[in-house]
């Protein structure tokens, strides 16, 4: 079956840089959009970034300029570098996977979801 593990996660002061990486297993990974959605208790999903399988991008406002997602078909693996973080990054923050070359700003749209890793940004 199709399995998302991310990692990078952690506990940041606010101005400074996170990695993420989600890498995944089971499916055709180079051929699928990917994503990665955030949620912070009491808010609402929010898809943060986006990557088609040709490495078009897609960026919400609240992130642009500062994250940047790419991914790694060799290794099945698509990141989130975020810099200049804020405490309003703060949440879970799951990767995802699309069945399909396109991307969505819909995280209900992806078919696929890792377990989630927290970011944490102190002020």
């Known amino acids: 079956q199709v399995q998302l593990v991310e990692s990078g996660g952690g506990l940041v002061q606010a101005g400074g840089s996170l990695r993420l990486s989600c890498v995944v297993s089971?499916?055709?990974?180079?051929?699928?959009?990917m994503g990665w959605y955030r949620q912070a208790p009491g808010n609402e999903r929010e898809v943060v970034a986006a990557?088609?399988?040709?490495?078009?991008?897609n960026y919400a406002d609240t992130v642009k300029g500062r994250f940047t997602i790419s991914r790694d078909n060799a290794k099945n693996t698509v990141y989130l570098e975020m810099n200049s973080l804020k405490p309003e990054d703060t949440a879970v923050y799951y990767c995802?996977?699309?069945?399909?070359?396109?991307?969505?700003?819909?995280?209900?749209?992806?078919?696929?979801w890792g377990q989630g890793t927290q970011v944490t940004v102190s002020s």
């Open positions: 995802m996977e699309d069945s399909g070359p396109t991307m969505s700003p819909f995280a209900d749209e992806y078919d696929f």
């Open positions: 089971g499916s055709m990974f180079s051929r699928n959009a």
């Open positions: 990557i088609t399988s040709r490495g078009t991008t």
